[in-house]
T-cell receptor, first 116, second 115 residues
Framework: DTGVSQDPRHKITKRGQNVTFRCDPI?????LYWYRQTLGQGPEFLTY????????KSRLLSDRFSAERPKGSFSTLEIQRTEQGDSAMYLC??????????????FGSGTRLTVV | AQKVTQAQTEISVVEKEDVTLDCVYE???????LFWYKQPPSGELVFLIR??????QNEISGRYSWNFQKSTSSFNFTITASQVVDSAVYFC????????????FGAGTRLFVKA
């Protein structure tokens, strides 16, 4: 397995356009997460899936944001009518559920969104 | 509410020095999970360690060690004999869920290790 893959790596879009990002998690992992990171800050939780079910959404996730994980495999994050404030790095991570010391997130390289 | 505070914004050391990154957390739960992640200049976050609240044993992994103290709500990270490759932003994080969902990250500490 090559880890968590995110596509595209960079996206520049005009304000008001829709954008969609894709994440392919590690196949054995049953949880998939989306986070957003702005410059100089730690990642902020957006939403997560266990298998194909979206179990939690942050209040940061406005109605313009939607995430899907059909068939419990890859996930997409769509932002409609983008705004300049949406400019950030969008991170995807996956994990197994467990309490051992090695149970943490595996992050992808992220998609950097710039809204102009 | 959960909160993670990393008071040190930036630290600069010379290679081979020891350095400790501080992390203080707040949670109302009696069961919680603490993490450290590294974000090198390449940008991809890398998981380093996880500690469960019911296990206060300190951890050592090579040049890295972690000191978990419930009494002071701290989970500090020490790098011994730092190297240039340790230069990165380090994030401390907290979750109240076994699976680590809705993990709250601190703002990070940027470590510069000079040759």
């Amino acid at each position: 397995d090559t880890g968590v893959s995110q596509d595209p790596r960079h996206k520049i879009t005009k304000r008001g356009q829709n954008v969609t990002f894709r994440c392919d998690p590690i196949s054995e992992h049953n949880r998939l997460y989306w986070y957003r990171q702005t410059l100089g800050q730690g990642p902020e939780f957006l939403t997560y899936f266990q298998n194909e079910a979206q179990l939690e959404k942050s209040r940061l996730l406005s109605d313009r944001f939607s995430a899907e994980r059909p068939k419990g495999s890859f996930s997409t994050l769509e932002i409609q009518r983008t705004e300049q404030g949406d400019s950030a790095m969008y991170l995807c991570a996956s994990s197994l559920i467990g309490v051992g010391p090695n149970y943490g997130y595996t992050f992808g390289s992220g998609t950097r969104l710039t809204v102009v | 509410a959960q909160k993670v505070t990393q008071a040190q914004t930036e630290i600069s050391v010379v290679e081979k020095e020891d350095v400790t990154l501080d992390c203080v957390y707040e949670t109302r739960d009696t069961t919680y999970y603490l993490f450290w992640y590294k974000q090198p200049p390449s940008g991809e976050l890398v998981f380093l360690i996880r500690r469960n609240s019911f296990d206060e044993q300190n951890e050592i992994s090579g040049r890295y060690s972690w000191n978990f103290q419930k009494s002071t709500s701290s989970f500090n990270f020490t790098i011994t004999a730092s190297q240039v490759v340790d230069s990165a932003v380090y994030f401390c994080a907290l979750s109240e869920d076994t699976g680590g969902f809705k993990t709250i990250f601190g703002a990070g500490t940027r470590l510069f290790v000079k040759a």
